[in-house]
T-cell receptor, first 114, second 108 residues
Framework: NAGVTQTPKFQVLKTGQSMTLQCAQDMNHEYMSWYRQDPGMGLRLIHYSVGAGITDQGEVPNGYNVSRSTTEDFPLRLLSAAPSQTSVYFC?????????????FGDGTRLSIL | RKEVEQDPGPFNVPEGATVAFNCTYSNSASQSFFWYRQDCRKEPKLLMSVYSSGNEDGRFTAQLNRASQYISLLIRDSKLSDSATYLCVEAGGFKTIFGAGTRLFVKA
């Protein structure tokens, strides 16, 4: 019963490097999203997807790209890492478009940019 | 104004106490509301959904007041294990908005 799986759990990058945070879910959820959480702050929505081939921006999309080629996977790409992107990143999913369903979270990726 | 506002706390209460958190939201069209619990450096986990008529799950009671646009969470007979951050969540359409959370410390 995997749920939402994120990899890696920890990562340290140098400024300017690029990388992809992986997220996969096995619940056949159509809706997936990426959040970042900074110390003492709430979750801020980066990007979300309502189904394969469909993505949209959230509250803080700059510096990040996403794609959704399959229902299961929703990777988040950092194009050129900056220290301001040091954060904990959470991926979440829920059932089709129905906001009455709560989101299920992965256990996060802790990212440090030096 | 933030879309979802919570008192950040911290709330420091003794074991056995009753504690209540409130949360206000700005989008009157929001359809769904939830309370999540987040332990230090862990992912948020659903505590309970919030229904218009109010709902209870053991020691936890959630209330929704659409007229005043706030939701509440009441925890009775607090346990040490209830120490965590409680996140208020509103959802409508395709966006889910999280509050910054209220920290609770339950002490022996």
């Amino acid at each position: 019963n995997a749920g939402v799986t994120q990899t890696p759990k920890f990562q340290v990058l140098k400024t300017g490097q690029s990388m992809t945070l992986q997220c996969a879910q096995d619940m056949n959820h159509e809706y997936m999203s990426w959040y970042r959480q900074d110390p003492g702050m709430g979750l801020r929505l980066i990007h979300y997807s309502v189904g394969a081939g469909i993505t949209d921006q959230g509250e803080v999309p700059n510096g990040y790209n996403v794609s959704r080629s399959t229902t299961e996977d929703f990777p988040l790409r950092l194009l050129s890492a900056a220290p301001s992107q040091t954060s904990v990143y959470f991926c979440a999913s829920r059932g089709t478009g129905d906001s009455n369903q709560p989101q299920h979270f992965g256990d996060g990726t802790r990212l440090s940019i030096l | 104004r933030k879309e979802v506002e919570q008192d950040p706390g911290p709330f420091n209460v003794p074991e056995g106490a009753t504690v209540a958190f409130n949360c206000t939201y700005s989008n009157s069209a929001s359809q769904s509301f939830f309370w999540y619990r987040q332990d230090c450096r862990k992912e948020p986990k659903l505590l309970m959904s919030v229904y218009s008529s109010g709902n209870e799950d053991g020691r936890f009671t959630a209330q929704l007041n659409r007229a005043s646009q706030y939701i509440s969470l009441l925890i009775r007979d607090s346990k040490l294990s209830d120490s965590a951050t409680y996140l208020c969540v509103e959802a409508g359409g395709f966006k889910t908005i999280f509050g910054a959370g209220t920290r609770l410390f339950v002490k022996a």
